[in-house]
């Protein structure tokens, strides 16, 4: 499973106004802006038409994606974290943490991506998840690390944890082209939300993404 809140999309103005640095053509800037930078009646036709031939040709050329920034809340086992933490430029991440919050409750199914599961298998599952709750217990009570380093290495990768992330379109363009067919389908998810944010779509994905 995977669970995607509290999307912002910042950096528009610095963006455009960036773009046309390299050839001074500022005043064909279009687009209106709010207080904060946004842009509420969208990009203009100039600005999207440039930002678009620029974009699909390359990232020497497109550069600019990289400073339109995304954050957002997101909630995914560590499984898939592991995969994504494999995109390093250009982002941020400040996650829960299990060093320090491992005990703070007691574990549920809930706390783990299970969809997949069969009624055997969870049947397992369970058993992990009262073994992490005895070890707990005995942690809480005797406050012996031993009983800490149980729960850290009996710790399924199936494991859920927010994260608040920042990355801009750059990366977000290599996640969707390189990980929308993959097989977890936390990528899929991941990626139909990328396709939500605003001008991804016409900026990020060529058209042999669509094949």
């Known amino acids: 499973m995977i669970k995607i809140e509290n999307t912002e999309v910042n950096g528009w103005e610095a963006a455009i106004r960036g773009m046309r640095n390299p050839m001074n053509s500022w005043a064909r800037i279009d687009t209106k802006y709010d207080v904060f930078g946004g842009i509420p009646e969208g ?112 710790l399924p990768s199936s494991y859920n944890q927010r994260r608040t992330v920042q990355l801009n379109y750059e990366v977000l363009r290599g996640q969707y082209k390189w990980r929308k067919d993959h097989k977890l389908d936390e990528w899929h998810a991941y990626c139909d939300w990328a396709l939500t944010l605003p001008y991804f779509e016409e900026l990020c994905v060529e058209e042999t993404d669509h094949e």
């Not at 009624?119 to 012996?144: G, H, P, S, W």
């Open 43 to 154: 990009i203009g036709p100039n600005d999207l038409d440039l930002m678009k031939r620029l974009a699909h040709g390359g990232p020497v050329h497109g550069k600019y994606l990289r400073m339109i920034t995304v954050t957002a809340d997101i909630t995914a086992p560590f499984y898939w974290w592991k995969e994504y933490d494999t995109y390093k430029v250009g982002t941020v991440a400040s996650s829960c943490s299990t060093m320090h919050k491992i005990h703070s409750k007691e574990f549920t199914l809930d706390d783990f991506s299970h969809e997949h599961l069969c009624e055997e298998a969870l049947k397992t599952f369970d058993v992990t998840i009262c073994a992490l709750n005895f070890y707990r217990e005995q942690f809480l009570m005797f406050k012996d690390k031993e009983w800490w380093w149980h729960l850290i290495q009996l």
